[in-house]
């Protein structure tokens, strides 16, 4: 079958890769109909989220038919339409009870403390192949498939698999309450969705930072006010316009890629600069790719630390965006500003439920974020439209060429 493989830092490739098979009687084999490039893929490729062995499969975002399952799969069976959440959990452990699933006692083969289990990450997750191929082994099936109802379209599901509940986590972790002021931070398809879940939540007004034009007015279309950091200083303008306060509820949707003013007002001084680039040694210690496509943000606490600074007092900062290594954290302003700061890898499974509610409802309609549609052999192209923020490129599906039968 073909599927996204990573070869190294800057280096992903198309190859034709053995179908996986069953290995435990809780696995499924799910026959993927169609799979999408995350944010945190361009991590990995840009070396800020090292530890990805080469040869790989890389995606963690898919929906599919099932094809196979285990002999301990009693809820499912072949020909069942799915969505898979990214991340995975046993289902039974306190943690998956608990609806921390990403925290799962059982799911990761090197302990319970090794941490979050999703497909196609480094070998800490769990050594896992990823969902950007023609099918994919899913451990804990029971649990790690979720059955899609009819009238919910496969442009829709896809982004059910990890950006529509993560988001909602972001703005649940964030406390949004009816009439609180939101500033989101990234306006990828993390921070795009956040706007409509803080919406949804009933937030009074959504701020939306970021520096890439056509993302912006994709943020302005959804009802928030754009802030340009190349052009704007975020934190003046965000006290201005909320009566000197700054917003009560800040959701971190950058992580470690995050880039700083290159000019305008909030455009920083040497030595902050060097301070990023130390950051950069911890943040990318395998190192980044030498030029071209996939070049990293270049100050990875920026987004960070502008959240912290800019919320209210007493407010809350929601973290979603991936971190990779330790960051300078502004400790003193959280105490002195009586903050909350929740942060997390999100808990799709617990969310599943309800995001197929807001979807089926129409409440929330995710496909306006879907932009493009590509076959999984144009996947490179489409990961460096992606990477470099093509106008237009906000989220892309990736489809298999063709739906061929499963070789025997
Ligand atoms: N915690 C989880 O479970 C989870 C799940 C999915 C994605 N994520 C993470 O969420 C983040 C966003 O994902 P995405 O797919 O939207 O990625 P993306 O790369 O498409 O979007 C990031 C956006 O942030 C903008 N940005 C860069 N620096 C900024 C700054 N200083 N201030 C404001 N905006 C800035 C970029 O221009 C870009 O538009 C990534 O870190 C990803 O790894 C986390
Ligand atoms: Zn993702
Ligand atoms: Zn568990």
Sequence with gaps: MKAVVFQGIGDISIENVPEPKIKAPTDAIVRITASAICGTDLHFVRGTLPGVKKGRILGH??????????????????GDRVVIPSTVGCGSCVYCRSGYHSQCNVANPQGPS??????????????????????????????????????????????MSDILPTSYMAAVMAEIKPSDTAAIYGCGPVGLFAIACAQH?????????????????????????????DREDPLAVLKDLTSGSGPDRVIDAVGTDAA???????????????EFQQEMKKVAPEGTPAGGSFQPGGAPSQALQWAIESVAKGGTVSVIGVYSAPLPFPIDQVVEKNLTVKAGNCNHRRYMPKMLELVRSGIIRPEQFLTQTQPIVSAIDAYRAFDRHQPGWIKVKLEPSQHQRRAA
């Excluded at 969902?131 to 451990?139: D, F, G, I, S, T």
């Excluded at 007015?217 to 802030?227: D, K, N, T, V, Y």
């Excluded at 700083?260 to 060097?274: M, P, Q, V």
Aim: glycine residues 12%.
């Design 201 to 229: 939540l009933g937030a009074g007004r959504v701020f939306a930072i970021d520096n890439v034009e056509s993302r912006l007015e994709m943020a302005r279309s959804h009802g928030a006010e754009i802030i340009h950091f």
């Design 61 to 78: 975002e898919a929906i599919g038919i099932v094809e196979e399952t285990g002999a301990a799969v009693r809820n499912f069976r072949k």
């Design 260 to 274: 700083t003013a290159s000019k305008g007002l909030a455009k920083i001084g040497k030595d902050e600069n060097k």
């Design 114 to 159: 090794a941490g979050t289990v999703f497909f196609g990450g480094p070998e800490k997750a769990g050594g896992l192949d990823g969902l950007q191929a023609e099918y994919a082994r899913v451990p804990y099936a029971s649990a790690n498939l979720v059955r899609l109802p009819a009238e919910i379209t496969d442009d829709q599901a896809i982004l």
